[in-house]
């Protein structure tokens, strides 16, 4: 079994970023309590980072994830619960990348 992060950029159309993270944050415990979910949890840009910081602006929230391997992310993908949360959004999201990553 190999671990596997997740970073998913989520844009949601103006505006809209707060409603998303209020159902977002209602879908973590689901989450939490899938089989391989190690870690998972929304980020914004941190205020006042200074120039080192390439902000993603007001209206994106960074989905920062890591699951024991690559069948619990599947299966996560495929639960009642995130179908659920992704009718629940789509009409609010502009965009969505997802990167998936192994370590090195």
Request: glycine share 6%; net charge negative; proline share 6%.
């Amino acid at each position: 079994m190999s671990v596997v992060h997740v970073v998913a950029i989520l844009t949601t159309k103006p505006g809209q970023r707060d409603a998303v993270l209020a159902l977002f944050n209602a879908n973590v415990p689901a989450v939490l309590a899938e089989d391989g979910c190690i870690a998972y949890e929304a980020t914004i840009d941190t205020e006042n980072a200074g120039p080192m910081q390439a902000p993603f602006g007001p209206d994106t929230f960074v989905v920062v994830e890591k699951w024991a391997s690559m069948q619990a992310l599947g299966a996560h993908a495929v639960s009642a619960h995130m179908k659920a949360y992704g009718v629940s959004t789509k009409d609010m999201l502009a965009d969505r990348v997802i990167h998936i990553l192994s370590p090195t």
